[in-house]
């Protein structure tokens, strides 16, 4: 039960904070672009996690977890080692950056103007699918936490993380999904 908790008012440092168990302004606490860089720095030099840093799949890789994750990253795609794969998980389906269309997975803000597919949904769980147009997002990062639920080994510890990003503009649901917050339209009238 959280009783007492802060976040930010937005969501890249909250996400470093979880993945690294550090407050975000120790982590990085602007929404930089990704790959942000000073050439300075060798560990901190980099938008997302410090290299220098421990990961949360790292700690539990080396207490024998089996990591997975699904969802949005936005805590680092510098390098390799800044991504969810450098960072301790097995496997991971999502992407790096955030405003993403939940329909296309193409980048919708906070880019270059007219930027292209900057959004593509990486798997690391299998051979290489383009998963963009494919489906509804958040479907499609269901079944991949769902998949790696049935096939887990339940005889080893598992620590898989879910990241959604349904909280996040644009704000796109499936149209059967509408009618179930009807009631908050006329709330706000």
Known sequence: ELNRHYVYHYC???????QSGRLPI??????????????TDPD??????????????????QGGYRTHMTGKWDAGMATWDHTP?????????????HANDYWTQQFT??????????????NTTGP??????TAYEEEIFTSNTLDVIERHNPEEPLFLF?????????LEVPPGWLPQFAFLKDKNR
């Open 26 to 39: 120790h982590v990085g606490w602007v929404n930089d672009h990704n790959e942000a860089h000073n050439p």
């Open 85 to 97: 794969m450098g960072r301790g998980y097995e496997t991971w389906l999502g992407y790096y950056h």
């Open 109 to 122: 803000s906070g880019g270059p103007s007219g930027c292209g597919p900057l959004v593509d949904l990486w």
């Open 44 to 61: 901190s030099g980099f938008a997302g996690i410090p290299r220098n840093m421990t990961g949360l799949a790292e700690k539990m890789r």
């Open 12 to 18: 890249s440092p909250s996400r470093a904070s979880i």
């Open 128 to 133: 290489a699918r383009h998963l963009n147009g």
């Open 162 to 170: 879910h990241a959604f990003h349904q909280i996040h503009t644009p």
